[in-house]
T-cell receptor, first 113, second 110 residues
Framework: NAGVTQTPKFQVLKTGQSMTLQCAQDMNHNSMYWYRQDPGMGLRLIYYSASEGTTDKGEVPNGYNVSRLNKREFSLRLESAAPSQTSVYFC????????????FGEGSWLTVV | LAKTTQPISMDSYEGQEVNITCSHNNIATNDYITWYQQFPSQGPRFIIQGYKTKVTNEVASLFIPADRKSSTLSLPRVSLSDTAVYYCLVGDPGGFKTIFGAGTRLFVKA
C-alpha cells in the first residue's frame, strides 16, 4: 500500500531553472495538496485541489503552478526557481477536506543555488 | 481561519504522561480540532481528532473543554520514539485551508 508517492526525493536546481514535482496517491482520494516546510517552521499550503478538475491557491502560491492531471496525480511546477524556494515539499491527500485525515508523502528536498 | 497557539517546545522523560495544550480562542461552531505528529525527515501523521469532550484512541487522548477555546493532547507513558513535533489544527472538516503553525517540539529523554 504505497499511499502518497512523491518524486523526486532530492533535487538541486540552479536559479532560473524549471522543474516539476510529481505526486500520486492510490487511496482514491478526492482532495490533494502541496505544502512547503522551511527549516524549523510549520507547513504552509501552496496549492490544493478539492476535487479532480479544480485547483485553488493556498497561503504561498507565488512562483508555483499546479496541475491536477487526474484523480490520482497532482503535480507542482516551479517555472523559474529562486533560492527562496529552497525547502521541503510535501504532497498530501484526503477524502474530502483537510480534516478528513490528511495523508502525507515522504517529502521532496529541493535546493536552489 | 482559527489561529492556534501552542508551546514551542516541551521536555519529558520516558514513562511519563505528556500533555500538550493548544489555544484556539476564535474557534468556529463547525470547526474540528485535529492533531498531527511529525518525525524528522517525514511528513506529518494524523494522531487524533475531536469536536468536544474527550476522544481516545490507541495512541493518545484529546480533551476539549465545554467552551472549546483550547484542547489538550495527552500522550500516556511516552517513549524515546515519541520525540517529534506535534501540530494542533482547527478547521471546518469540509474546508481545505488550515494553518499548521510551528507546532510543539517534544523531546523525550531516557
Amino acid at each position: 500500500n504505497a499511499g502518497v508517492t512523491q518524486t523526486p526525493k532530492f533535487q538541486v536546481l540552479k536559479t532560473g531553472q524549471s522543474m516539476t514535482l510529481q505526486c500520486a496517491q492510490d487511496m482514491n482520494h478526492n482532495s490533494m495538496y502541496w505544502y512547503r516546510q522551511d527549516p524549523g517552521m510549520g507547513l504552509r499550503l501552496i496549492y490544493y485541489s478539492a476535487s479532480e478538475g479544480t485547483t485553488d491557491k493556498g497561503e504561498v502560491p507565488n512562483g508555483y503552478n499546479v496541475s491536477r492531471l487526474n484523480k490520482r496525480e497532482f503535480s507542482l511546477r516551479l517555472e523559474s526557481a529562486a533560492p527562496s524556494q529552497t525547502s521541503v515539499y510535501f504532497c498530501a491527500s484526503s477524502e474530502a477536506g483537510i480534516h478528513n485525515t490528511i495523508y502525507f508523502g515522504e517529502g521532496s528536498w529541493l535546493t536552489v543555488v | 481561519l482559527a489561529k492556534t497557539t501552542q508551546p514551542i517546545s516541551m521536555d519529558s522523560y520516558e514513562g511519563q504522561e505528556v500533555n500538550i495544550t493548544c489555544s484556539h480562542n476564535n474557534i468556529a461552531t463547525n470547526d474540528y480540532i485535529t492533531w498531527y505528529q511529525q518525525f524528522p525527515s517525514q511528513g506529518p501523521r494524523f494522531i487524533i481528532q475531536g469536536y468536544k469532550t474527550k476522544v481516545t484512541n490507541e495512541v493518545a487522548s484529546l480533551f476539549i473543554p465545554a467552551d472549546r477555546k483550547s484542547s489538550t493532547l495527552s500522550l500516556p507513558r511516552v517513549s524515546l520514539s515519541d520525540t517529534a513535533v506535534y501540530y494542533c489544527l482547527v478547521g471546518d472538516p469540509g474546508g481545505f485551508k488550515t494553518i499548521f503553525g510551528a507546532g510543539t517540539r517534544l523531546f523525550v529523554k531516557a
